[in-house]
């Protein structure tokens, strides 16, 4: 399933066409995991996206710019390096997945123009972890999209994580939404925005 988002907004508040083509894994049929009669929202890291078969049978469009799975990713890397130089690929990660795969996937993570970060709700935030990780631990220096459920409110912190790219949810007002990247004038805990705290500031 591909989708192209329209529109994207980046971290200086302005709002650009969207030249990527966001692919994801087909639906799966598994049920869902339950605990103490609940079902569990959130699926495990370290859980698989996809069983191989699926993987290998999920058409990926023959040009332009396709930000893949990871699991795609990791599965035909091959097939796609000719493409990955031509920055032509990129790759987004589901929030129970882990950035060390991709990193180690790579001779060099900044060869991804874009990395994308999925947030299938908007109450499941280890995307902001796995946001600091890249930018901090791991030091890429490309395009950072937040994808899935971005909300508004979310837009400022995203950005103090290491996003400079948000496809704000489909039924959002995109250009209203980039008010909020300025909704606080200053900041007092240190992040990758600003690494010093407000009292060594002072």
Do not use: C, H
């Amino acid at each position: 399933m591909s989708e192209r988002q329209t529109e994207i907004l980046l971290a200086d508040g302005s709002v650009i066409a969207d030249d990527w083509v966001w692919l994801r894994l087909p639906e799966s049929a598994e049920p869902q995991k339950k605990s103490a009669g609940k079902v569990v929202l959130f699926r495990l890291t370290g859980d698989s996206a996809a069983p191989a078969e699926v993987v290998a049978g999920v058409a990926i469009p023959a040009s332009g710019r396709v930000l893949l799975p990871l699991t795609i990713w990791l599965a035909r890397k091959d097939e796609l390096a000719p493409r990955l130089a031509a920055g032509e690929i990129g790759v987004w990660l589901d929030s129970f997945e882990e950035p060390q795969a991709l990193v180690d996937s790579l001779a060099d993570i900044n060869t991804l123009p874009v990395i994308g970060l999925n947030f299938p709700r908007f109450i499941d935030g280890r995307a902001f972890s796995v946001a600091f990780l890249l930018r901090n631990r791991y030091g890429y220096r490309g395009q950072l999209r937040a994808l899935g459920d971005v909300l508004r409110d979310q837009l400022f912190f995203l950005r103090r994580v290491g996003f400079d790219a948000y496809a704000v949810r489909a039924d959002l007002d995109i250009r209203a939404a980039a008010a909020s990247l300025a909704d606080f004038p200053e900041v007092y805990q240190s992040s990758t925005d600003q690494p010093l705290p407000l009292f060594r500031r002072a």
